[in-house]
């Protein structure tokens, strides 16, 4: 069982910043593609931010110049920076692993900007 630990949401205010974490297991996380899932409510879940075992990263048109997502292979942490927050932003942000073709899903961590 691959298990995802993410930490670091929150509120804050419009302008705001946050910084998520997610912590997966060392043997895979190499080897995984990781990224970041958002889901407000009413809303399906979308892409936020996609780093890729190859080194290689995507980010939805939404939060390009405004998000940052990066790994730390030696803590086997992918982190999300989230900079000039907008109260769009707010819903529970998934941390995702690929690997082998095969998704894992974080427990979901709360981020909420207000106006």
């Known amino acids: 069982q691959v298990q995802l630990v993410e930490s670091g949401g929150g509120l804050v205010q419009s302008g705001g910043s946050l910084r998520l974490s997610c912590r997966a297991p060392?043997?895979?996380?190499?080897?995984?593609?990781m990224g970041w899932y958002r889901q407000a409510p009413g809303n399906e879940r979308e892409l936020v931010a996609r780093v890729f075992s190859s080194g290689n990263y995507n980010y939805a048109d939404s939060v390009k110049g405004r998000f940052t997502i990066s790994r730390d292979i030696s803590e086997n942490t992918v982190y999300l920076q989230m900079n000039s927050l907008k109260p769009e932003d707010t819903a529970v942000y998934y941390c995702?692993?690929?690997?082998?073709?095969?998704?894992?899903w974080g427990q979901g961590t709360q981020v909420t900007v207000s106006s």
């Open positions: 060392g043997s895979i996380f190499s080897l995984s593609d």
């Open positions: 995702n692993l690929n690997y082998l073709y095969r998704n894992y």
